[in-house]
């Protein structure tokens, strides 16, 4: 059996592979606690100075968690569903914290749960293949493993406009979200690794000052910051829609059709999130997270929408309620609270 995660010591290095390719590196739980495991275990040895992870997929580093699994298993009123967001939180704070350089190779897709490998990471190289995405209001769910955090500081409401639609981000504008720190053609990773066996050192500045021979600044960053500022400082997704409306734009007609498709209370739930994560530190926001993910597990909207996105693929959910009009404050707030 092919192991979903190969871990390997190489001159001073602890070089984590995502091994999962048939399901893009999709992570379960056991991934999750290896991951942890092995952090925890390099982070006592003296004989490993730096991290890096990285996929063997040549497209994807990470689609995000196996929520085609989480489906079953809380339909199944399988309690443990519980214990893989806490461990996988865990390993967020982990990495956020890690006393070691922890150097993310981003060369393909990064959804959800693989941002969370990746963006806590002290170096973040991402090639022309990188693209990054918080899908999560599109199957009935929210941005979890800390975007109340890191979205939340991103550049003026850039973050704000992530978290609700999903956008997707190539390497470029991630670098102008300071969501990734170098653009590194794919072709010259493994120069960089192997460069980085022999460079021998703990030391972020002496690594910094290495990436950093390889990073290729970007002309093709087409991010529209005025616009999206404009609409996503709003304080209500009715405010947001009725700035769109304003715009007359493409872009903007775009994106009112893109939030018309998500679920009506993630995105209402998930503007109260980023706003409350702008006053919150990462493990904070993880906390509430949790107490979201009790929520939402307990909320039809999250098995609709993975049964339209994954299981019957019709990408037809049934919203329930249906309209961001019939959702009031009172019914957002609750998702705040201690079950």
């Not at 003296?46 to 991290?51: E, R, T």
């Not at 999903?166 to 991630?174: F, I, Q």
């Not at 209500?236 to 493409?250: A, H, P």
Request: a negative charge; charged letters at 20%.
């Amino acid at each position: 059996m092919t192991q979903s995660i190969l871990f390997n010591e190489i001159q001073g290095i602890g070089e984590i592979t995502l091994n999962r390719p048939q399901a893009y590196n999709a992570l379960t739980h056991q991934m999750v606690i290896e991951l942890y495991q092995h952090l925890k275990k390099w982070e006592q040895d003296p004989a490993i100075h730096v991290v890096i992870i990285q996929s063997s997929h040549e497209k994807v580093f990470c689609a995000g968690g196996d929520i085609k699994a989480l489906y079953e298993k809380a339909k199944n009123h399988d309690h443990t569903v519980l214990d893989f967001f806490q461990d996988e939180y865990r390993l967020n704070s982990l990495i956020k914290h890690y006393p070691k350089p922890y150097i993310a190779l981003l060369d393909g897709l990064t959804l959800g749960g693989g941002v969370g490998l990746s963006v806590y990471a002290h170096h973040r190289i991402a090639t022309e293949k990188y693209i990054f995405s918080m899908p999560e209001t599109g199957i009935g769910f929210f941005p979890d493993i800390g975007a109340s955090y890191f979205l939340s500081r991103c550049p003026e409401a850039s973050g704000f406009y992530l978290g609700l639609t999903g956008a997707r981000l190539k390497a470029a504008e991630a670098l102008t979200l300071q969501l990734v720190d170098y653009l590194v053609p794919s072709a010259t990773l493994d120069t960089l690794k192997n460069g980085l066996f022999s460079l021998k050192t703990h030391d972020h500045q002496a690594i910094h000052a290495y990436l950093s021979t390889f990073h290729t600044p970007s002309t093709s960053n087409t991010f529209l910051h005025s616009a999206i500022n404009t609409c996503f400082q709003e304080k209500t997704v009715e405010g947001i829609l009725e700035k769109l409306d304003l715009q007359q734009s493409n872009w903007a007609e775009d994106t009112k059709k893109t939030l018309f498709k998500k679920c009506p209370l993630s995105l209402k739930v998930t503007l109260e999130q980023l706003t409350r994560g702008k006053q919150l530190e990462l493990d904070d926001c993880l906390t509430m997270e949790y107490t979201l993910v009790q929520h939402f597990l307990q909320n039809e909207n999250f098995y609709e929408g993975i049964r339209a996105a994954v299981i019957d693929k019709d990408n037809q959910p049934h919203w329930s309620p249906p309209s961001l009009e019939e959702i009031n404050e009172q019914q957002v707030n609750c998702f705040f609270e201690n079950n």
